[in-house]
């Protein structure tokens, strides 16, 4: 098999693997098709909701797959006649049979569902705050849209008050024109019920909306150890690598179950098993290694599994994550779960895990990916360019995926604001948008308010939503030839990729740079 061959196989696998996870759920979750599971757990009934009866097709590969070794436990249904049913106390069996009403019950019934088809051992208390990445109201999210409905209806809740995605657009300061206004309503039409749904189970209002939701502005930054459920692959990747919590990369739509329950099935990423290493990746560039292409060769390389990064530490002074190099993980991190599917990342001396235990994170028979200055090289040169006209102006910048910090903020606002001065510009060439939380903004405004003017009459906006989700938008690459430093938003759209500096300069003169 070949590198590529190699990569394709691994993608697929994790797209199978998640969309077997929604399967499940959705499975579950039609009403009247399954009947009830039994109240004895050690003995299912041969039913599709308790993992009983005859697998679906998709379910019967998972016996194949590398499963036992993904969830940290042995492959949990080697006969598929008999499949795995996870243990329940009584009064979670109780639940499921309805002991709190039928809408949780269901609930239960697809969380344990969810469970059984990962092997988890049991269903685990939740702490923190929930965070969910149920953002946008697409006309394809009506039947979530209409389960969480039924959900608020019956006076649901979720167990603490929660946070959620940006939203997937802003008419004020990006959409502000009748074209994108258009497309906004026709093709987000569910936008309003989505918001109404988290207003009624528990979500803050719309300032709060952020995928950065441990940012201290935004306020949900659980305590390591603490078992949530989120889904959001940036917020879980953080949460999991650099505050040490412990959750899996969720379907958009579980997590929100999981939080009405306050329960989830253990297995996976949540487990210590599952939080070991099979990579060591070393890296080794002579410079501070640009960190979203190092996270894109880790993501490339390690797909889903977990990699035990060395040769960071330098770049976090007395090995601590604060306010002004936080961005730099976020970025990295970001970039492996997007271009992979890692869920988890060890860094030497950085992260809580891999300060408890070191390499003692490592399995047996781990595998070694080293990157340095070649390698970052040849990573950086698989990004290709995508515009229709490649050899056309950029028009846009896109700064802020995920959600940018405070001092990334004030730091773009100085680099900006300065390099137009220096090269006597009131403008930028192109407007820059800054994505963050609306309570990002409001600090910068409190704190900062003359760097604030100065970004916005240089050209800098400030806008809460996603910005994938903008670039998504129908006809957007026609449209738009953007420039950005994210990865993540490189992977998902025909937006170029730039380190810092060439930005700057982009935005500037409005040109790409030949040293680009
Ligand atoms: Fe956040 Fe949207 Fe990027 S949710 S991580 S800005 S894709």
Redesign the pocket.
């Known amino acids: 098999m070949t590198d590529k061959t190699e990569d394709a196989f691994k993608m697929n696998r994790r797209k199978f693997i998640k969309r077997s996870t929604m399967a499940a759920a959705a499975v579950t979750l039609l009403p009247k098709q399954l009947p009830l599971q039994t109240a004895d757990a050690a003995a299912p009934a041969d039913t599709g909701a308790s993992g009983g009866g005859k697998l679906p097709d998709y379910a019967g590969k998972m016996l194949h797959s590398d499963m036992g070794v993904q969830s940290g436990r042995k492959a949990a249904m080697p006969d598929p006649k008999k499949p795995y049913q996870m243990p329940l106390t009584k009064e979670e069996q109780d639940i499921l049979n309805g002991s709190k009403g039928k809408v949780i019950a269901k609930i239960m019934k697809t969380i344990v569902a969810h469970g059984n088809a990962f092997g988890a051992d049991k269903l685990v208390e939740l702490g923190g705050a929930p965070h969910s990445?149920m953002?946008f109201g697409t006309g394809y999210m009506k039947a979530l849209i209409d389960i969480f409905d039924e959900c608020a209806d019956a006076g649901l809740r979720a167990y603490r008050p929660y946070t959620v995605?940006?939203r997937p657009y802003d008419v004020y300061n990006v959409n502000n024109n009748a074209k994108d206004i258009e497309l906004i309503y026709e093709g987000y039409a569910l936008q309003r019920d989505v918001d109404y749904i988290h207003s009624r189970l528990g979500s803050p209002d719309l300032n709060y909306r952020?995928?950065?939701c441990y940012l201290d502005e935004v306020g949900n930054a659980p305590k390591p150890g603490t078992y949530v459920a989120w889904a959001?692959?940036?917020a879980v990747n953080y949460g999991n690598s650099v505050l040490g919590l412990r959750t899996n990369r969720n379907a958009t739509g579980m997590e929100l179950l999981c939080a009405l329950l306050g329960k989830a099935p253990r297995f996976g990423l949540m487990t210590d098993e599952g939080r070991m290493a099979k990579w060591l990746v070393e890296v080794k560039t002579t410079k501070e290694p640009d960190w979203g292409v190092v996270g894109t060769a880790i993501g490339r390389k390690c797909v889903e599994d977990v990699p035990y990064i060395t040769g960071l530490e330098k770049y976090f002074k007395g090995g601590k994550v604060t306010a002004d190099n936080l961005h730099l993980l976020k970025a990295m991190g970001?970039a492996t779960a997007s271009s992979g599917a890692v869920g988890l990342y060890h860094v030497e001396g950085v992260t809580p895990d891999a300060k408890d235990k070191g390499k003692k994170l490592l399995v047996k028979g781990y595998k070694t990916y080293v990157i340095d200055d070649a390698e970052q090289a040849r990573v950086r040169g698989t990004f290709k360019n995508l515009w229709p006209d490649k050899n056309a102006d950029p028009t846009a910048c896109f700064i802020?995926?995920?959600?940018n910090t405070y001092y990334e903020v004030v730091k773009w606002g100085k680099m900006v604001t300065e390099a137009l001065k220096k090269a006597g510009k009131k403008k930028a060439a192109i407007p820059v948008y800054m994505?963050m939380a609306n309570v990002v903004r409001a600090k910068l405004i409190e704190e900062e308010p003359e760097l604030a003017g100065a970004m916005r009459r240089g050209g800098m906006l400030p806008t809460n939503?996603?910005?994938?989700?903008y670039a998504g938008m129908k006809g957007f690459s026609e449209r738009v030839r953007g420039v950005t430093n994210?990865a993540?938003?490189r992977n998902?759209s025909s937006i170029q990729y730039f380190p810092d500096d060439v930005l700057v300069e982009i935005i500037v003169t409005g040109k790409i740079p030949k040293r680009a």
């Open positions: 990445s953002y995605n940006p952020s995928c950065a959001e692959s940036s970001s802020g995926c995920p959600h994505f939503m996603c910005s994938v989700s994210s993540k938003t998902y």
